[in-house]
């Protein structure tokens, strides 16, 4: 990694606003460097990455099947993001085209179906199972009452790194599984972030993103020539700013790992 780069990187990322983190592994050397990686943030969206692959696991162990149909009801639905809130009846919909809604449009009826379907009791205890510490699932998306009460999801740079590592090495439960989680992530739609200066037809980029009053998160797996992880968690801070950072930074990593 040229000193020069990863040095400025991580003084852009101190002069930002608000409470900000980030971490990089290049996966062919194994170097890897951060800024406040260990910490949590508030997850927005990215809590759909490790969603999907405890529902991905359960499948790929008969708890559960993607073909299995749940009924998407009227109060379930969410005016914020997504096709389901579309819909004018209450349509069955099977778990495969659910998960790829929750990532591919950040469909938060969708998750939110899914949550309910399995329980978050449920997905709070395979997030341990997987390795997720400090990465939590407290509340459905958009529940204001919970929010009052102090329950929130959050993300740990590093943790999803993890993640990350483990779907491209072929680690995450089987190569099988690895896969159809990472086929799942290629699908993504909000293309404005990592992949916005890199150019989202130039490599293939396996990530979430996730949004929320000023708060921004990208993190995902960029197959440059060297493929790398990169994630990128920021609330209290300007959006605008850290995005730009998160645009910029991404470019200057693909461009020093596809020499």
């Not at 050397?29 to 997850?43: H, V």
């Not at 999907?52 to 379930?76: F, H, P, T, Y």
């Not at 989202?200 to 990208?218: F, M, Q, R």
């Not at 797996?221 to 609330?235: D, S």
Request: aromatic letters at 8%; glycine letters at 6%.
């Amino acid at each position: 990694m040229n000193m020069d780069l990863k040095t400025s990187i991580l003084n852009r990322l101190k002069e930002q606003t608000g409470h900000v983190g980030f971490y990089f592994k290049n996966l062919t050397t194994g170097e890897s460097f951060g800024y406040q990686e260990n910490q949590q943030f508030l997850a927005a969206s990215v809590i759909k990455l490790p969603v999907l692959m405890c529902i991905a696991k359960w499948c790929s162990e008969g708890i559960a099947s993607m073909d299995e149909k749940i009924q998407v009801r009227n109060e379930d639905k969410l005016p914020i993001c997504g096709a389901l809130t579309l819909f004018t009846d209450e349509p069955l919909v099977d778990i495969r085209t659910l998960c790829r809604l929750m990532i591919s449009l950040s469909d938060n009826t969708a998750t939110n179906v899914l949550i309910r379907h399995f329980g978050i009791k449920k997905f709070q205890s395979e997030f341990l199972m997987i390795g997720l510490k400090n990465t939590q699932l407290n509340r459905l998306l958009f529940d204001v009452e919970a929010g009052h009460k102090g329950l929130e999801n959050y993300i740990v740079p590093s943790e999803i790194g993890m993640l990350f590592d483990h779907i491209y090495h072929r680690r995450f439960v089987n190569p099988m599984v690895s896969e159809a989680v990472e086929d799942i992530l290629l699908l993504q739609q909000i293309n404005h972030k990592i992949p916005g200066r890199i150019g989202e037809d130039t490599v293939p980029i396996a990530h979430k993103t996730g949004e929320d009053e000023n708060l921004s998160n990208d993190v995902g797996l960029v197959y440059a020539k060297q493929p790398f992880i990169v994630c990128f968690a920021g609330h209290d801070t300007c959006v605008w700013d850290f995005e730009d950072l998160i645009r910029h930074s991404s470019r200057e990593l693909f461009d020093e790992c596809n020499r």
